[in-house]
């Protein structure tokens, strides 16, 4: 029987999830012309990791599958100076998704891109690429990173002219249900978006804080999960966005209230073992993955930058909110920066805490995994693991079992990052010079503005 057809007489697809992994571009073409596709989004990431696309029509198929279309790259926050401007974007066919929803001008096909410059040659402000780098040198290593990302995010109403307001769409609290939890149907929408795309959603639920919610989706290798949260965030939004409400993710938009944050699991694989899982070791955790907690330990301060990238992220890294502010690990405390969960066998991993949804997923695997992977070289061995409450220890304490703290503020994260050789080498020199530049002048210009506080606590003082 053929497919059923929609209301404008297109194949139905709701409900159908497309796997066109290992498709060729003639494959690809085939599927557009059979499912009636109009046009065909070519999506990449910027270097700050907010999602960008170049939309193409029917006529234009052949040629972005190709990898021939270009773009404007001085125009993309980190990319290029005016005078080198020119880019190509290079699809990569793995990723061709049908997104399910269509606009009045049509149904419309996904491709992540990968940059590259006009003679063939890889770009070094690519993220996407920076990340595949990364992934090589772990290979040549013989490990797969393995990676599953918790991005939390909040839901806000929009006031009559469409602007984003601070009335958040609930006052629902940890695992809420309906009444009090009014987002259930939003998160649902997402959820069945999601799967349309072909990701296998674990759990919906409410978070901590009012108007906050998690959607989990199961883990996988690096690349794929790096690609599936830029595909995550635009989906949460655009929905969102749909039923006329505003998704964020940013960090802290509620003062007093928990901060989103993206708990990144992680673990290696040697072929189809887990490299983490040792049955004879104290705590079951192997060498390898000793080490591998060791370098994100002794690099943290140095990628926090990277994966805390907004002036706001440093909100959020405070006491009392349950987000880390030291450097220490735990098997089951959740105040310090990395826990390790009580799985074992092949879900032995690590979680590191720190990370926030407004990161770019492609560079906070790179310097996470750069980092593990520099604890493996140097055989690092982490100190004993703290299962004290740290937010209730004395300084004299901290001192004694060798914790330090995270960055304050972004000025001390650029600062950091800057000195980090082994997470600048991983980005490269124009990511890190990219990134710098523009984050300088974010702290510049919030460190000249005038804030609300500062007019409550000082102006009729003094």
Not at 301 to 324: D, W
Not at 390 to 406: A, G, N, P, V
Request: with cysteine; aromatic share 8%.
């Amino acid at each position: 029987m053929p497919p059923k057809s929609d209301a404008a007489g297109k194949p139905a697809l709701r409900g159908r999830v497309i796997d066109t992994r290992g498709a060729g571009k003639a494959e690809i073409l085939k599927l557009c012309k059979d499912t009636q596709v109009d046009f065909l989004r070519l999506q990449f990431s910027d270097v700050t990791g907010v999602n960008k696309n170049v939309e193409v029509p029917q006529s234009q198929f052949e040629k972005a599958l190709s990898g021939e279309v270009m773009f404007d790259g001085s125009s993309i926050e980190g990319f290029v100076r005016i005078e080198e401007s020119d880019m190509l974007l290079k699809p990569d066919l793995d990723t061709f998704k049908i997104l399910p929803y269509e606009d009045e001008g049509g149904r419309v096909g996904r491709l992540i891109c990968d940059i590259y410059l006009p003679d063939e040659t890889p770009f070094p402000g690519c993220p996407r690429l920076t990340l595949k780098k990364q992934i090589d040198r772990a290979r040549k290593m013989g490990y797969q990173m393995m990676a599953g990302c918790e991005a939390e995010f909040f839901i806000f109403h929009l006031d009559e002219d469409g602007e984003p307001t601070l009335q958040t769409h609930d006052t629902g609290g940890y695992f809420d249900l309906a009444p009090v939890d009014k987002a259930e149907p939003i998160r649902r929408l997402i959820i069945d978006d999601l799967v349309h795309l072909g990701f296998e959603v674990e759990a919906g639920h409410h978070e901590v804080a009012v108007g906050q919610h998690e959607v989990d989706f199961k883990y996988a290798d690096a690349m794929e999960t790096a690609d599936n949260i830029a595909t995550f965030r635009f989906i949460v939004r655009n929905v969102a966005y749909r039923n006329g409400f505003l998704a964020t993710f940013m960090p802290k938009p509620i003062f007093g209230q928990n901060g989103s944050g993206m708990h990144t699991h992680q673990s290696l694989f040697k072929g189809s073992k887990n490299a983490f899982y040792d049955e004879k070791a104290e705590w079951q955790i192997s060498k390898v993955g000793l080490s591998y907690i060791a370098g994100l330990l002794d690099h943290a301060r140095g990628f926090c930058a990277i994966t805390n990238p907004l002036v706001n992220s440093y909100k959020r890294l405070v006491p009392g909110y349950e987000a880390p502010t030291n450097v220490a690990w735990s098997m089951r405390n959740r105040s310090p920066l990395i826990r390790i969960p009580d799985r074992r066998g092949q879900g032995t991993r690590c979680e590191l805490r720190m990370p926030d949804p407004s990161t770019n997923s492609y560079l906070a695997l790179t310097v996470m995994l750069a980092a593990g992977l520099d604890g493996i070289e140097r055989k690092l061995t982490p100190p004993d693991p703290v299962n004290k409450n740290i937010f209730t220890m004395s300084d004299r304490e901290k001192r004694r079992h060798k914790i330090t703290e995270l960055p304050r503020d972004m000025h001390e994260a650029l600062d950091t990052l800057e000195k980090d050789t082994v997470v600048n080498d991983a980005l490269g020199s124009h990511i890190v010079e990219r990134f710098v530049e523009a984050k300088r002048q974010e702290w510049m210009q919030y460190s000249a503005q005038v804030h609300q506080w500062e007019l409550e606590r000082y102006l009729g003082k003094y």
